[in-house]
């Protein structure tokens, strides 16, 4: 008996080890080009319903017509060892998704059982979210993974990595930060896709047909892919397998390869500058004046190609006489309208001033009652235009405003009141498809320890609502800015109540919120400018009064430029200027030179002192070069229209502002 135990054993284990040797998994683990697959091969003609077409300098193919299954292929091509789809995986997607419609639901790419038209996997996007859809051999229903708020459906290029692991889930969009989902069940361990085919751009039916540009389509089985796509310079458009037919010239096939009909999504106009909103994006501007080339932002006409001018000599151009001081000057764009500039003004009547550009010059435009106004903020929304003002007299309540602008009466009217406490300085920003506000609070009474208020657009009640506070001291100056896909909030805090020699804070945003990044000392810190050159962040802040309770205040001190580090991933000091209390800096670029300008404001006994113009010199860093007289110089804004390049500045102890032009050669 124990002799037939044995034998029975040994045949077992023989019959397991033949099995083990045999086995082989249904990939190479490699990652599989979905797209490539689906399109023909060199000799074959090009399906007459699949189009390519350039967007913001990049080519992906576009599904037209009847074209439900243009793109398509058998499971059994990839899945050759055996008929299972890999239990863990990444997908990688590259797609250019244009505004969706509410309820409206285009597929990426599907695995479709050919006999019975049932769904095995499935990658859709709707309006704001993404949906991973699977259904389990055997088992009624279908599994669907949802990530909300995401938005990907803004007409821009994003590469996502959907990594699945067991009941987990990982969204990755652009390199930033992963978003993870929990399923009720696994992913199935042994889904079948004998009989299937996969789908590029449809679930086989016309209906729900994806309507954007596809330019990348991976599956990697067993891993997740996104170490193999970031870091990255261009994490919107990072690669892992592009098909080449997208990277060669689009009327030159590489390899006798099929030629794709062909279009690039831009238009050229020439004459006067033709609006510049949400629709134009990516569209050109010719001005053949100047023989420039500009593109559309979506806000503004930014320079592509220009004649490389260079700063000669700064020529004083208009005196500009305000209703009073003028604490702050901003200057925006209304499409179809113009260049304005709106400033804020000491004295409540007739108020702060909105001029319009005219004849080469600004003219008063319009008049806003404000409350001691010290700062304009211009932001959209969409297709709306709003301005935000800091009021900061002393009342109960302390009321800060937003105005709308009315197409139809061309004004700003009031929209919404919201109560600040000696409000200095707005900051608007978006991230995700949300808009923000901030309010730098400087204080509330003699307490200068309070809270600035962060608040967020409510797209339903169209007014925003509080969405995080922040502990700020005399906070002056808010500036916000993104390195890839960080988004960053940096405080100018000015005074504690003892002195001026105080840290400002910059936040990073994490897990919905901004959260302390990096303490920066400062001394009575009243602005913060963020800039690139050369791919460096740089961060200046301007420091204006050394104040203590021993000793004197001083007004000459140094400002700083501080540079960030991706090593050690925070801002080291870079360069210091002395500066003579200074309360702003602006930078700018002339051709292909920068430039940083510096408001000093007071050097402890006069108010006539010289504004400075620095030019970026690489090593030496930024280098004087112009001395500009100014009066209470309190804030420097750059602009620049068809009859040249200018600075603007700002007095805050008299009526007089300035323009400057700035010749060029």
């Excluded at 009031?414 to 498809?433: K, V």
């Excluded at 309360?583 to 920068?594: A, L, P, R």
Aim: net charge neutral; hydrophobic share 35%.
């Amino acid at each position: 008996m124990l002799a037939c135990r044995c034998l029975l054993l040994t045949v077992v284990l023989l019959a397991a080890g033949v099995r083990s040797q045999s086995w082989r998994p249904c990939t190479d683990l490699q990652p599989l080009d979905l797209l490539s697959r689906a399109l023909p091969g060199p000799g074959q003609a090009p399906p007459p319903q699949v189009q390519m077409v350039q967007s913001k300098g990049s080519r992906g193919l576009r599904l037209v017509g009847a074209a439900a299954t243009a793109l398509s292929f058998p499971a059994s091509q990839i899945f050759s060892n055996c008929d299972y789809f890999p239990a863990e995986f990444s997908l990688v997607a590259t797609i250019k998704i244009p505004r969706l419609r509410q309820k409206r639901n285009e597929y990426i790419f599907s695995v479709v059982d050919e006999g019975s038209d049932s769904l095995l996997v499935g990658l859709r996007v709707s309006e704001d979210r993404l949906h991973f859809l699977s259904t389990a051999s055997g088992v009624a229903g279908r599994s669907r993974l949802s990530f909300k708020g995401v938005g990907l459906d803004d007409n821009r290029w994003h590469t996502v990595v959907l990594a699945v692991t067991g009941p987990h889930a990982t969204l990755t969009v652009d390199c930033g930060l992963p978003l993870e989902l929990k399923q009720v069940q696994s992913f199935p361990s042994a889904l079948s896709t004998r009989g299937s085919r996969f789908f590029i751009g449809s679930r086989r039916r016309l209906r729900g047909r994806f309507s954007g540009l596809l330019r990348q389509l991976v599956l990697l089985p067993g891993s997740d892919a996104t170490p193999r796509l970031c870091p990255t310079s261009d994490p919107s458009l990072a690669e892992l397998s592009v098909p080449r037919v997208l990277k060669s010239p689009p009327l030159q096939p590489d390899h006798d390869g099929p030629v794709y009909p062909y279009e690039a999504e831009a238009r050229v106009t020439l004459g006067n500058p033709p609006p510049c909103s949400g629709p134009e994006e990516g569209q050109l501007w010719f001005n053949a004046q100047k023989k420039h080339l500009f593109i559309c932002d979506g806000l503004t006409w930014r320079t592509l190609l220009q004649n490389q001018e260079r700063l000669d000599y700064v020529e004083d151009y208009q005196d500009l006489y305000t209703s009073s001081e003028t604490f702050d000057v901003e200057v925006f764009s209304i499409p179809s309208e113009g260049l304005f500039m709106a400033a804020a003004n000491r004295d409540s009547r007739p108020g702060s001033g909105i001029y319009k550009w005219r004849n080469g010059s600004f003219q008063l435009y319009q008049n806003i009652s404000t409350q001691e106004a010290r700062a304009w903020k211009h932001f959209t929304i969409g297709d709306q235009i709003f301005l935000v003002v800091a009021n900061s007299r002393e009342a109960e309540p302390e009321l800060s405003v937003i105005y709308r602008w009315n197409q139809r009466r061309q004004r700003f009217l009031r929209h919404q009141t919201l109560e600040t406490h000696s409000a200095l300085d707005w900051e608007a920003f978006h991230i995700h498809n949300h808009s923000f506000l901030v309010v730098a609070n400087h204080r509330r009474d003699s307490n200068h320890n309070i809270h600035s208020v962060i608040y967020r657009w409510n797209p339903n009640t169209k007014l925003f609502e509080v969405n995080q506070t922040l502990s700020t001291s005399g906070a002056y100056d808010w500036e916000f800015f993104s390195v890839g896909p960080y988004h960053f909030l940096v405080v100018a805090n000015t005074f504690d109540g003892q002195t001026t020699t105080i840290s400002s804070t910059v936040y990073v945003w994490l897990d919905g919120c901004f959260q302390t990044f990096q303490s920066i000392p400062t001394v009575g810190a009243t602005d913060w400018e963020t800039f690139q050159i050369d791919g460096r962040f740089f961060l200046a802040v301007a420091n204006s009064q050394r104040v203590s309770n021993s000793g004197p205040n001083l007004y000459s001190i140094n400002s700083t430029v501080y540079e960030l580090n991706r090593l050690t991933q925070t801002f080291i000091r870079f360069q210091d200027i002395l500066t003579h209390s200074a309360v702003d800096w602006e930078f700018f670029t002339i051709g292909e030179e920068k430039f940083l300008v510096v408001a000093n404001s007071h050097d402890g006994s006069s108010y006539s002192l010289n504004s400075v113009i620095y030019r970026w010199q690489g090593y030496e860093g930024f280098v004087p070069v112009h001395s500009l007289p100014t009066f209470g110089c309190r804030d420097w804004e750059y602009f620049s229209t068809d009859e040249g390049s200018f600075l603007v500045y700002s007095s805050a102890t008299s009526r007089l502002s300035k323009v400057f032009k700035l010749r060029t050669y």
